[in-house]
């Protein structure tokens, strides 16, 4: 994956592309229905703003045995079908994102549910929110799948560890529009920006 030199804005910003891997996009086990149109438009939104943005991240669902997250018969709010197992095709980042310059990835959930990108780890160990305050980030831009579940876990999560947190909506998929409707308002009334 290509990596980044630098970047020549604020060194206060960071976007934070939430889990846009193959298994949630058109084709994948646990698709979103525009997870592909959404995962063209992030790498479109970097291509013409990423040097707003001092790093750019990515969050991977990354499961071995993620116990009951994973379900023969899943009920889709707690327990889902098989999805983003580690090393599959399925958990890599959609292909749109392949010439995307990214500093980090955070994953996650190798043995756990963990909706948040804040429950990641980089390649060395560091958590997100430890890997960003070293770097001088107290923004974030979060973007990415699903809205109405990772997307918001992990925006609650940076608003919780004190980071100013903005939603770009419209680099958002949802599983269900009227729960990610609901996710975008329990954003807003938890503190976070929506553009």
């Not at 918001?152 to 999560?157: F, I, P």
């Amino acid at each position: 994956m290509p990596t980044k030199l630098n970047h020549m804005s604020s060194p206060a910003t960071a976007l934070i592309i939430v889990d846009v891997q193959n298994d949630f996009c058109p084709g994948g086990s646990l698709a979103t229905e525009q997870g592909a149109e959404v995962a063209r438009l992030i790498a479109e939104h970097v291509a013409h703003h990423g040097e707003r943005y001092s790093h750019i991240v990515a969050t991977q669902d990354w499961h071995i045995d993620p116990g009951s997250h994973f379900s023969e018969d899943p009920d889709f709010v707690d327990s889902w079908p098989v999805h983003c197992v580690a090393g599959s095709p399925g958990a890599e980042l959609h292909e749109a994102l392949h010439n995307t310059l990214i500093d980090a990835l955070f994953r996650k959930g190798a043995y756990s549910a963990a909706y948040s990108g804040f429950e990641g780890a980089a390649e060395g160990g560091e958590g997100l929110a430890q890997w960003l305050r070293q770097r001088g980030v107290d923004k974030l831009d979060v973007v990415g799948i699903a809205t109405d579940h990772c997307v918001r876990a992990t925006v609650l999560d940076g608003l919780d560890e004190g980071f100013e947190v903005r939603v770009l909506t419209d680099l958002c998929a949802a599983v269900d529009k009227q729960r990610g409707d609901a996710a975008f308002a329990e954003m807003v009334g938890s503190g976070a920006q929506l553009s």
